[in-house]
C-alpha cells in the first residue's frame, strides 16, 4: 500500500474534525445546560478556523531563507527550556529527526495519545522537517515539542502552518489560550522557534 502524505493525512484530519463540529452543532445531551454554564457556548468551527472553512486549505509553503542551523538551533532551544523549568515539556536530551520517532515511541511506551500511529507522526514531522527546519526537543505520551529553524515571518504563512497545526493537533486551539486559528497564528506560530503540540 502506497504510503500516504502529510497533505493527505493533515487533509483528512481537517475534513474529518470539520464534519464532526457541523453534525455537533446544537446538539443537545444529558448536561448539556450545566456545561453551558460553567463553560459557555463554543465558537462555531467556522469562526475557530476563520479565515479558512470547512475544506482543508493545503500544506502552508516553506519560508524563504536563510535558516538557522537546524541542530544547533534545537540544541539552544532545550538548553533554554531547562533553564525556564516550566515543568510542562519532557525534554529529550538531545534533538532527534523525524526519523527517529518510532525508536523513540517504543524505547519510552508512548502514542497512547496521539491521534495518529507512529507512521503517520514520522510522515508528518518529516514533512514540516523538510520544509521548516524542525527536530524533535521534547516527547511525552501527551505532548510532542519541536524546535523550528525556519520560522514563518508573515501573518498569511503563520495561518497556513497553524492550519496544519489545527489539522495536527486541534487541542491546541480549542483548549488552548487562544480561542481561534488567527489568535493562534500570530501568538505561537509567526516568527516563533518552538512549536509544541499536546492532545487531551
Not at 493533515?10 to 443537545?28: K, N, P, V
Not at 503517520?120 to 521534547?138: A, D, H, K, N, P
Not at 515571518?153 to 487541542?171: G, K, L, Q
Amino acid at each position: 500500500m502506497q504510503e500516504r502524505t502529510a497533505d493527505q493525512i493533515l487533509g483528512e484530519s481537517w475534513e474529518r474534525y470539520a464534519r464532526e463540529e457541523t453534525a455537533d452543532a446544537g446538539w443537545d445531551y444529558p448536561g448539556r445546560d450545566t456545561v453551558l454554564e460553567v463553560f459557555g457556548e463554543s465558537a462555531a468551527f467556522a469562526e475557530v478556523v476563520s479565515p479558512f472553512g470547512a475544506r482543508w486549505p493545503g500544506q502552508a509553503a516553506a519560508p524563504a531563507g536563510p535558516w538557522a542551523d537546524p541542530e544547533q538551533l534545537a540544541a539552544q532551544k532545550i538548553a533554554g527550556l531547562e533553564e525556564d523549568e516550566d515543568g510542562e515539556t519532557a525534554l529529550l536530551e538531545r534533538a532527534y529527526r523525524s526519523a527517529d520517532l518510532p525508536a523513540l515511541a517504543e524505547e519510552r511506551d508512548l502514542g497512547g495519545c496521539w491521534p495518529f500511529d507512529v507512521a503517520e507522526m514520522c510522515t508528518v514531522l518529516r514533512s514540516w522537517e523538510e520544509r521548516f527546519g524542525i527536530r524533535l526537543i521534547g516527547l511525552e505520551d501527551d505532548r510532542v515539542t519541536v524546535s523550528v529553524a525556519a520560522p514563518v515571518r508573515t501573518m498569511s504563512e503563520a495561518e497556513a502552518v497553524a492550519a496544519e497545526h489545527f489539522a495536527f493537533a486541534p487541542d491546541n486551539i480549542t483548549q488552548g489560550c487562544d480561542e481561534s486559528l488567527g489568535a493562534y497564528a500570530a501568538h505561537q506560530v509567526l516568527g516563533r522557534h518552538v512549536w509544541s503540540f499536546w492532545w487531551d
